[in-house]
């Protein structure tokens, strides 16, 4: 390339002789010859989120999209879905090989309900609008639950609850939870220590139910719960 643009070939002239686009041509040429491949650096804007994305990716049944509008109201960061797409791919990876592993365990009745909040965003009055899901299954018939709610409150948690047992017409005798920030005063990532607060405790002993709290970024461990999410 360089010797036939030294006699004189013109850009497209010596692009059309090799099969190749102008462009890389030019890039050729500009660079004196060959140049090694450049590996681009990685984009930094996501790091020290990782946590925050893989729980988020859960709680959105794997809409990056979602984990990208809720990362802008919550973290204040405005990032477009290209950069969130491959921040979250390992995540997904994760969640499909443990999808793959897990071993379905069953519940005599009156055992267990299963709770968790998910999020949609529906149309109301012409602008789409936040709404929070509260969403309760039987761990042995699967028979679920839903309520909207405008926020993820103790208080919504807990007319949830109220909410499902009287629609089953009974309580369980336990409630297995993520480990909601209204709910804990300690989830210890490296020692999987939970700490329920005490107005929970208070609640809980008046309905007469155990609270229990799944594995943190373990989804499965709810999975009849999660589908209803989902």
Not at 91 to 117: K, N, S
Request: charge should be positive; aromatic fraction near 10%; hydrophobic fraction near 45%.
């Amino acid at each position: 390339m360089l010797a036939l643009k030294r006699q004189g070939w013109g850009v497209k002239k010596v692009a059309k002789e090799f099969g190749a686009c102008a462009k890389m041509v030019r890039r050729f040429l500009k660079a004196g010859g060959w140049a090694p491949y450049k590996t681009p650096e990685r984009d930094r804007t996501l790091a020290g989120h990782e946590a925050w994305l893989k729980e988020r990716l859960i709680r959105h049944a794997g809409n990056a999209d979602g984990v990208r509008q809720e990362m802008t109201a919550e973290i204040g960061l405005a990032v477009s879905l290209r950069k969130v797409e491959p921040a979250v791919a390992p995540f997904r990876r994760e969640i499909a090989a443990a999808a793959r592993a897990t071993v379905w365990f069953e519940t005599p009745p009156g055992r267990q309900l299963q709770i968790d909040f998910g999020e949609r965003c529906v149309m109301m009055a012409g602008r789409s609008e936040r709404t929070h899901l509260f969403v309760a299954t039987l761990g042995y018939c699967r028979r679920g639950f839903v309520r909207a709610f405008k926020s993820q409150r103790q208080s919504a948690w807990f007319d949830g609850i109220e909410g499902a047992f009287a629609h089953f017409g009974g309580e369980t005798e336990e409630v297995l939870l993520d480990n909601a920030k209204p709910l804990v005063t300690l989830d210890e990532v490296a020692t999987r220590e939970v700490v329920f607060n005490d107005r929970l405790h208070a609640f809980a002993r008046y309905w007469g139910f155990r609270p229990v709290a799944c594995a943190r970024f373990r989804a499965r461990a709810k999975g009849k719960d999660e589908r209803g999410v989902g």
